[in-house]
């Protein structure tokens, strides 16, 4: 077999290492011989030893020959670079008449510590499992301890036992609960470390530096030493010439110190050759501020992929190309790596940008506002970090309270649902997104010829998405940062109880219709609130309802008011809004405003107060003694935050009360299917109908049996033995319950059966030889179900009323996967078919058929990416179970391939 025909290039994928760093691992191929071998040489005696139990300083020509020589499936090797280095080989040998392999591994001495042991073991297992192994061995010498803690800690069942002076060990190759929450837990924190490298560099260089004050390269430089860094900054220019009064250097090979951080300020053209040398001088990760990528620029997206692909192979994450930069805000850190100029203060949102001429706007209004961030990260065209790992960094920050997003994309849907969903929980992350990430990406699979390209309701989806994962979402980035400043400086809100105290009237009204479109409603006050008030509203006023201070009020009587309506149990959020009788008035209420909350905190949790003051110029919020009120232009401004926050809160209760994701079916015969498929019609096919019925009954879905026939005698015998009553399908593009629509019903004997067939046959010649004879389906609600591997958004699914009103997906409900109990249950209660369940003789024990059925059809899309398609077209609900009638399974390579994954086997 030719080495092009035996490589199994989807074995190559890029993994982060524990402290951040990147490695490329790839099947070993021949021509890594001569490597191998200096690879080997390079070890110590101690290392060689553990491999191979003897002394063996030099690998003989043979002995390379059998590393490098493999087939990818009786014989496996992995070999890891960093740059043009080999640092670590691992591979397996079958044992000859037993369905496991013999692990072996061999990292370089100066890479141990980084974790790639345990990476190279993982996709060992997993390649284990692609070539039907059930199990791997192991012979370590007892005294290799960090080896044996490799196989303790990767999370597989393991056991060993000591014979002959040699521990062996066994390790189980099946995923187990365990196993996915330690790969998934070093994934994330592999992931934090490499955004962490970036963020809290000791040494920057800026490469492309240059005397002009007006260059991007020369105003990123000035930033970090104005700003304070605390680390050491090298300018790098050709010339030399010091930049700033800073000596310069010709090249990033001139440095004298090791860098962290280089922020790439060159020309399009230039990039490459940079990050190169970057990667020879061991960089540590860079922010490319560099443009010109993309469809228009010299490269096109050819040149994108070439930076990630050569950064990732010396071991660099990279924030870019186009990106603005990267500020952290940590007073032991103070980097300012941006062409910003604007000052950013401290605080608790993080903010991710991924337009440049968006990011400088939005902190020039964030200082204007008042808001502080933790960091702020562009990410430009995004070849590499994502909002995915910035999530996972935010996550552990103790700095950051908020996450602020501008999205154009998700990158890798799957990880930003499930990444959210957890962080969500806890963190509140608020999102504006552009209108570009609602356009097609392409053909939606299982899409007919016939119908547009992007059949799906996209919009829908991404609002789906965003839901589902706790998303706040906003419209505008103004709302975006109204949101983050109301969380950020008076925290979340707990119900939709919003009290209102005002001595405006037309304002008090505005407040009470904004309070109706957001989902929350007046504050009841209790009567011991009430009887406060009464005392200290002026004549005129009201304590009913909003409290109405009447124009007269002055700072006295709102603070008053407010120590009486910040301590009622029965508010969950408070408005206040002062129109000024003179404008002096304002400042004396915004300090009694502050001094108000301040007082209530002291005493315990407040509810979240915003203010309107219409006589003082909207911008910093009103501040005390550790109190920020955020200040706004208007009441429906305030309340639409409010809003987006108390839906938040429902999303977190109601996620609480759901439970974890839906474990995926077991789905080992689907997948079996798919492979087959695949390795016949690399480019895939819809299954035949008994192939997907088969498949779907093995996955233990209640599937009525069918036959297809080729004449009318065929459909005597097959309807004989399924038994009547019977319906006829003749396979026409739509079919309908009717003879037009190719569908005959309830035929109950051999009679009207073959009058049926006659008069079907009359209307469709030439399509009575694939024709379906199948039972009649019990009485009961049809429903239609539609499940797509989009390639913008992951799995999505999508409910509707099946038979005659079916309607099309682009006006589904739909939702994304992983989906929770909670999610079918939106899900079903957005669809029509709801009311057809709950008009069911037992509508709960019908409710829960739809519901099960939902999470289990989710569950093979989520489990099984191959399954392009899967559209159940007619399914039955009787009593308490769904029987499928019609289904299609579309297999095809996965569709979703985003340029910023870290490629991994799975």
Same mark, same amino acid.
């Given at each position: 077999?030719s080495?092009?025909?035996?490589?199994?290039?989807?074995?190559? @994928?890029?993994?982060?290492?524990?402290?951040?760093?990147?490695?490329?691992v790839?099947?070993?191929?021949?021509?890594? %011989?001569?490597?191998?071998?200096?690879?080997?040489?390079?070890?110590?005696?101690?290392?060689?030893?553990?491999?191979?139990?003897?002394?063996?300083p030099?690998?003989?020509?043979?002995?390379?020959?059998?590393?490098?020589?493999?087939?990818?499936?009786?014989?496996?090797a992995?070999v890891?670079?960093?740059?043009?280095?080999?640092?670590?080989m691992?591979?397996?040998?079958?044992?000859?008449?037993?369905?496991?392999?013999d692990v072996?591994?061999?990292v370089?001495d100066?890479?141990?510590g980084?974790?790639?042991a345990?990476?190279?073991?993982?996709?060992?297992?997993?390649?284990?499992?692609?070539?039907?192994?059930?199990?791997?061995?192991a012979?370590?010498?007892?005294?290799n301890?960090?080896?044996?803690?490799?196989?303790?800690?990767?999370?597989?069942?393991?056991?060993?036992?000591?014979?002959?002076?040699?521990?062996?060990?066994?390790?189980?190759?099946?995923?187990?609960?365990?196993?996915?929450?330690?790969?998934?837990?070093?994934?994330?924190?592999?992931?934090?470390?490499s955004?962490?490298?970036?963020?809290?560099?000791?040494?920057?260089?800026?490469?492309?530096?240059?005397?002009?004050?007006?260059?991007?390269?020369?105003?990123i430089?000035?930033?970090?030493?104005?700003?304070g860094?605390?680390?050491?900054?090298?300018?790098?220019?050709?010339?030399?010439?010091?930049?700033?009064?800073?000596?310069?250097y010709?090249?990033i090979?001139?440095?004298?110190?090791?860098?962290?951080?280089?922020?790439?300020?060159?020309?399009?053209?230039?990039?490459?050759?940079?990050?190169?040398?970057?990667g020879?001088?061991r960089?540590?990760g860079?922010?490319?501020?560099?443009?010109?990528?993309g469809?228009?620029?010299?490269?096109?997206?050819?040149?994108?992929r070439?930076?990630?692909?050569?950064?990732?192979? @010396?071991?660099?994450?990279?924030?870019?190309?186009?990106?603005?930069?990267?500020?952290?805000?940590?007073?032991?850190?103070?980097?300012?790596?941006?062409?910003?100029?604007?000052?950013?203060a401290?605080?608790?949102?993080?903010?991710?940008?991924?337009? /440049?001429?968006?990011?400088?706007?939005?902190?020039?209004?964030?200082?204007?506002?008042?808001i502080?961030?933790?960091?702020?990260?562009?990410?430009? +065209?995004?070849?590499?970090v994502?909002?995915?790992?910035?999530?996972?960094?935010?996550?552990?920050?103790?700095?950051?309270?908020?996450?602020?997003?501008?999205?154009? &994309?998700?990158?890798?849907?799957?990880?930003?649902?499930?990444?959210?969903?957890?962080?969500?929980?806890?963190?509140?992350?608020?999102?504006?997104?552009?209108?570009?990430?609602?356009?097609?990406?392409?053909?939606?699979?299982?899409?007919?010829?016939?119908?547009?390209?992007?059949?799906?309701?996209v919009?829908?989806?991404?609002?789906?998405?965003?839901?589902?994962?706790?998303?706040?979402?906003?419209?505008?980035?103004?709302e975006?940062?109204?949101?983050?400043?109301?969380?950020?400086?008076?925290?979340?809100?707990?119900?939709? %109880?919003?009290?209102?105290?005002?001595?405006?009237?037309?304002?008090?009204?505005?407040?009470?219709?904004?309070l109706?479109? &957001?989902?929350?409603?007046?504050?009841?006050?209790?009567?011991?609130?009430?009887g406060v008030?009464?005392?200290?509203?002026?004549?005129? /006023?009201?304590?009913a309802?909003?409290?109405?201070?009447?124009?007269?009020?002055?700072?006295?009587?709102?603070?008053?008011?407010?120590?009486?309506?910040?301590?009622?149990?029965?508010?969950?959020?408070?408005?206040?809004?002062h129109a000024?009788?003179l404008?002096?008035?304002?400042?004396?209420?915004?300090?009694a405003i +502050?001094?108000?909350?301040?007082? +209530?905190?002291?005493?315990?949790?407040?509810?979240?107060?915003?203010?309107?003051?219409?006589g003082?110029?909207?911008?910093?919020?009103?501040?005390g003694?550790?109190?920020?009120v955020?200040? @706004?232009?208007?009441?429906?401004?305030?309340?639409?935050a409010?809003?987006?926050?108390?839906?938040?809160?429902?999303?977190?209760?109601?996620?609480?009360?759901?439970?974890e994701d839906?474990?995926?079916?077991?789905?080992? /015969?689907?997948?079996?299917?798919?492979?087959?498929?695949?390795?016949?019609?690399?480019?895939?096919?819809?299954?035949?109908?008994?192939?997907?019925?088969?498949?779907?009954?093995?996955?233990?879905f209640?599937?009525?049996?069918?036959?297809?026939?080729?004449?009318?005698?065929?459909?005597?015998?097959?309807?004989?033995?399924?038994?009547?009553p019977?319906?006829?399908?003749?396979?026409?593009?739509?079919?309908?319950?009717?003879?037009?629509?190719?569908?005959?019903?309830?035929?109950r004997?051999?009679?009207?059966?073959?009058?049926?067939?006659?008069?079907?046959?009359?209307?469709?010649?030439?399509?009575?030889? %694939?024709?379906?004879?199948?039972?009649?389906?019990?009485?009961?609600?049809?429903?239609?179900?539609?499940?797509?591997?989009h390639?913008?958004?992951?799995?999505?699914?999508?409910?509707?009323?099946?038979?005659?009103v079916?309607?099309?997906?682009?006006?589904?409900?739909?939702?994304v996967?992983?989906?929770?109990?909670?999610?079918?249950?939106?899900?079903?209660?957005a669809?029509?078919?709801?009311?057809?369940?709950?008009?069911?003789?037992?509508?709960?024990?019908?409710?829960s058929?739809?519901?099960?059925?939902?999470?289990?059809?989710?569950?093979v899309?989520?489990?099984?990416?191959?399954?392009?398609?899967?559209?159940?077209?007619?399914?039955?609900?009787?009593?308490?179970?769904?029987?499928?009638?019609?289904?299609?399974?579309?297999?095809?390579?996965?569709v979703?391939?985003?340029?910023?994954?870290?490629?991994?086997?799975?």
């Open positions: 077999m080495e092009e025909a035996a490589y199994p290039a989807a074995w190559e @994928f890029d993994a982060v290492l524990a402290d951040g760093g990147t490695v490329h790839r099947p070993v191929l021949p021509s890594d %011989a001569e490597e191998v071998r200096a690879f080997h040489e390079r070890q110590s005696p101690e290392s060689i030893y553990f491999r191979f139990f003897s002394p063996r030099k690998l003989s020509d043979r002995d390379v020959q059998r590393l490098v020589q493999v087939d990818h499936a009786q014989r496996v992995f890891a670079w960093i740059g043009d280095r080999i640092v670590g691992a591979g397996y040998d079958i044992w000859r008449a037993r369905t496991e392999a072996w591994f061999l370089d100066d890479e141990k980084r974790g790639l345990t990476i190279l073991l993982e996709y060992l297992a997993e390649a284990a499992r692609r070539n039907g192994l059930t199990g791997l061995t012979q370590v010498l007892p005294s301890q960090r080896m044996l803690g490799v196989f303790r800690s990767v999370g597989f069942e393991t056991t060993s036992a000591f014979e002959d002076g040699v521990i062996e060990v066994r390790l189980g190759i099946d995923p187990t609960p365990e196993t996915l929450a330690r790969i998934a837990e070093r994934e994330r924190a592999a992931e934090a470390r955004v962490e490298r970036l963020l809290r560099p000791a040494t920057v260089a800026v490469i492309g530096a240059s005397r002009r004050p007006d260059s991007i390269g020369h105003v430089f000035r930033n970090l030493v104005e700003r860094f605390t680390g050491t900054v090298f300018p790098v220019n050709p010339t030399g010439e010091p930049v700033a009064g800073v000596r310069s010709p090249s090979n001139d440095v004298p110190e090791v860098v962290d951080v280089a922020v790439v300020a060159v020309p399009a053209l230039a990039v490459l050759d940079v990050v190169e040398a970057c020879h001088r960089v540590g860079l922010i490319v501020v560099s443009a010109g990528f469809a228009y620029g010299p490269y096109g997206t050819t040149g994108e070439l930076i990630v692909e050569r950064a990732r192979l @010396f071991g660099m994450r990279v924030i870019g190309p186009e990106s603005l930069g990267a500020i952290n805000t940590d007073p032991t850190v103070s980097l300012h790596a941006s062409v910003a100029r604007t000052a950013v401290p605080g608790p949102v993080a903010y991710l940008a991924q337009s /440049g001429t968006l990011g400088i706007a939005a902190l020039e209004h964030a200082r204007r506002v008042g502080g961030f933790s960091s702020f990260v562009d990410v430009g +065209a995004k070849v590499d994502s909002g995915n790992d910035l999530l996972q960094f935010w996550e552990q920050d103790p700095a950051t309270r908020v996450i602020a997003l501008h999205l154009e &994309s998700f990158g890798n849907p799957r990880k930003f649902t499930r990444i959210a969903r957890r962080i969500a929980r806890t963190t509140p992350i608020v999102a504006v997104r552009t209108r570009k990430d609602l356009r097609p990406v392409g053909p939606l699979p299982g899409t007919r010829p016939s119908e547009p390209a992007a059949a799906w309701p919009e829908a989806t991404v609002d789906a998405l965003l839901d589902q994962s706790g998303v706040i979402s906003a419209d505008t980035p103004t975006l940062f109204d949101i983050a400043r109301v969380v950020a400086q008076q925290g979340a809100v707990r119900g939709p %109880a919003v009290a209102v105290v005002s001595n405006s009237t037309g304002g008090t009204n505005l407040t009470a219709d904004a109706a479109v &957001s989902g929350l409603a007046s504050a009841a006050l209790a009567e011991h609130t009430r008030l009464a005392s200290v509203v002026p004549d005129g /006023g009201a304590v309802g909003p409290v109405d201070l009447t124009f007269a009020a002055g700072a006295a009587d709102y603070r008053a008011a407010l120590d009486a309506v910040l301590r009622d149990p029965g508010v969950d959020a408070c408005v206040v809004i000024p009788a404008a002096a008035d304002t400042d004396e209420v915004a300090t +502050a001094d108000a909350v301040a007082a +209530a905190r002291a005493d315990g949790p407040t509810p979240p107060v915003v203010a309107i003051l219409l003082r110029e909207v911008g910093a919020p009103v501040r003694a550790d109190v920020e955020p200040v @706004f232009e208007f009441p429906s401004e305030a309340v639409r409010l809003g987006r926050l108390h839906r938040w809160q429902q999303w977190v209760d109601r996620s609480e009360a759901a439970g839906v474990a995926p079916e077991a789905t080992d /015969g689907l997948r079996a299917v798919a492979a087959r498929v695949l390795d016949a019609e690399p480019d895939g096919r819809w299954l035949e109908r008994v192939e997907a019925e088969t498949a779907m009954a093995a996955l233990g209640d599937v009525l049996a069918s036959a297809v026939v080729d004449g009318l005698d065929g459909a005597v015998e097959a309807a004989e033995r399924l038994g009547y019977v319906v006829l399908k003749v396979p026409v593009d739509r079919p309908r319950p009717t003879d037009a629509g190719g569908v005959a019903l309830g035929l004997d051999e009679v009207e059966l073959r009058m049926a067939w006659s008069r079907l046959a009359e209307l469709h010649q030439g399509l009575m030889s %694939a024709t379906v004879v199948q039972p009649m389906a019990p009485s009961g609600p049809e429903l239609r179900v539609s499940g797509h591997q390639a913008g958004y992951g799995a999505v699914l999508g409910l509707a009323m099946g038979g005659p079916a309607v099309t997906d682009t006006s589904l409900p739909v939702r996967l992983p989906m929770s109990a909670a999610d079918a249950a939106v899900l079903l209660d669809s029509p078919v709801h009311r057809l369940v709950e008009a069911m003789p037992d509508p709960a024990a019908g409710r058929a739809v519901l099960a059925f939902l999470q289990r059809v989710a569950s899309l989520d489990a099984v990416p191959e399954v392009q398609a899967l559209i159940i077209g007619s399914a039955f609900v009787h009593e308490a179970t769904v029987a499928i009638a019609e289904v299609a399974i579309l297999v095809a390579p996965d979703w391939e985003p340029a910023d994954r870290v490629r991994r086997l799975d």
